[in-house]
């Protein structure tokens, strides 16, 4: 069965460090997504991403986050000046719209656990 | 943000026992429900998807929307140890941003 893959599974940076967290979306998907779980809360929308732009974020994502798919496969999330408080579990999904007679829903990835030190 | 609300348990059932799951949400707009399931240090697993009100059936789940209600919920028949993880429901508007509820830790005890 098709997967989103993410790596690396858990990456440790100190404060004020940049991070890029990696995400191979399923291929025939066009739809790309970031989301982080903080321990303990909710699963919370980052940012969405299609035809090469960024469609929807939310407040989270603010000036030190940014997003790119630098090739066919690759997409990346990246965190320019890390704060302890992004210390979460990132998720990557994707998906690939289908009308309503379809399954709806996106693919997760297992997840980056960035703990900022 | 309490968008979406859910019980986050803990749960705990004997084997075989019939589970039932709810979340209830604010925002009337939501039209695209889900629930996933998510065991520990895993991503969430799509289980079941809905648009717009009714009932879908899968094996031994089924999932319920109620929007006159504002609330979802989602059946597990015979539930089997394996069945132990995270259920979390999410909805969204329109398709793309999909807000989450809390997650309901449930165990089906052997």
């Known amino acids: 069965e098709p997967e989103v893959t993410q790596t690396p599974s858990h990456q440790v940076t100190q404060m004020g460090q940049e991070v890029i967290l990696r995400c191979v979306p399923i291929?025939?998907?066009?739809?790309f997504y970031w989301y982080r779980q903080i321990l303990g809360q909710k699963v919370e929308f980052l940012v969405s991403f299609y035809n090469n732009e960024i469609s929807e974020k939310s407040e989270i994502f603010d000036d030190q986050f940014s997003v790119e798919r630098p090739d066919g496969s690759n997409f990346t999330l990246k965190i320019r000046s890390t704060k302890l408080e992004d210390s979460a579990m990132y998720f990557c999904a994707s998906s690939e719209r289908g009308d309503r007679g379809r399954d709806y829903g996106y693919t997760f990835g297992s997840g980056t656990r960035l703990t900022v030190v | 943000q309490k968008e979406v609300e859910q019980d986050p348990g803990p749960l705990s059932v004997p084997e075989g026992a019939i589970v039932s799951l709810n979340c209830t949400y604010s925002n009337s707009a939501f039209q695209y429900f889900m629930w996933y399931r998510q065991y520990s240090r895993k991503g969430p697993e799509l289980l079941m998807y809905?648009?717009?009100?009714g009932n879908k059936e899968d094996g031994r789940f089924t999932a319920q929307v109620d929007k006159s209600s504002k609330y979802i919920s989602l059946f597990i028949r015979d539930s089997q140890p394996s069945d132990s993880a995270t259920y979390l429901c999410a909805m969204s508007v329109a398709g793309n941003q999909f807000y989450f509820g809390t997650g309901t830790s449930l165990t089906v005890i052997p």
């Open positions: 291929s025939n998907h066009l739809y």
């Open positions: 809905t648009y717009s009100s």
